[in-house]
């Protein structure tokens, strides 16, 4: 009888210790995605008023009206948005479209302001696409997590779901 107390004592020790290093781990992760995504949508909204600035630019050069205008239209639509995985997805795929489209049209001598506006939209975009990976890696072990006992019945209780991923440019081509 002893025993069988001994033996009830240690998997309930057992039990509660493994549930609380799970809901230690499942709260790291949350905090760590919510950090993550956090960056990910400042990068995004940095590449966003770069835009804004290189739209400038193109005006005060008085370079492609027509991308100027999609370029602004773009800017004034991403400011209103809330920003989600989807809304990105979409106001990346357009600021794509619209930038080839601008490219397309400037002239092979630019000036100096505009080939700097140029580097600082590439370097937003490098940020940006540092900061998604980044998301992307922790919302691939998240929803991994998820699916594991026993932080499953723990991400219930907690009300913890599976992400999406942002997408990435190869998935888009794909399509």
């Known amino acids: 009888m002893e025993a069988i107390l001994v033996i009830a004592a240690l998997i309930a020790f057992f039990l509660a210790w493994e549930y609380r290093r799970a809901?230690?781990?499942?709260s790291s992760g949350a905090r760590q995605l919510e950090e993550?995504?956090?960056?990910?949508?400042?990068?995004?909204?940095?590449?966003?008023?770069?835009?804004?600035d290189f739209s400038r630019i193109l005006a005060k050069e008085g370079l492609v009206p027509e991308g100027r205008k999609a370029l602004e239209e773009l800017v004034a639509d991403a400011t209103k948005r809330e920003l989600n995985v989807e809304a990105?997805?979409?106001?990346?795929?357009?600021?794509?479209?619209?930038?080839?489209?601008?490219?397309?049209?400037?002239?092979?001598?630019?000036?100096?302001?505009?080939?700097?506006a140029q580097n600082r939209l590439a370097e937003a975009a490098e940020e940006y696409d540092i900061k998604r990976r980044?998301?992307?890696?922790l919302v691939k072990a998240w929803n991994e997590l998820l699916g594991r006992f026993p932080y499953r019945f723990i991400a219930a209780r907690r009300k913890y779901k599976a992400r999406e991923f942002l997408p990435t440019r190869s998935e888009w081509e794909l399509s």
């Not at 979409?90 to 700097?116: H, N, Q």
């Not at 980044?134 to 890696?137: D, F, G, K």
């Open 36 to 52: 993550a995504w956090s960056e990910a949508v400042s990068a995004f909204q940095e590449r966003i008023a770069i835009l804004r």
């Open 88 to 116: 990105i997805h979409v106001l990346d795929e357009k600021i794509r479209t619209v930038l080839w489209r601008v490219f397309a049209a400037l002239p092979r001598e630019r000036p100096g302001e505009l080939r700097r």
């Open 23 to 26: 809901s230690r781990k499942l």
């Open 134 to 137: 980044r998301y992307n890696e």
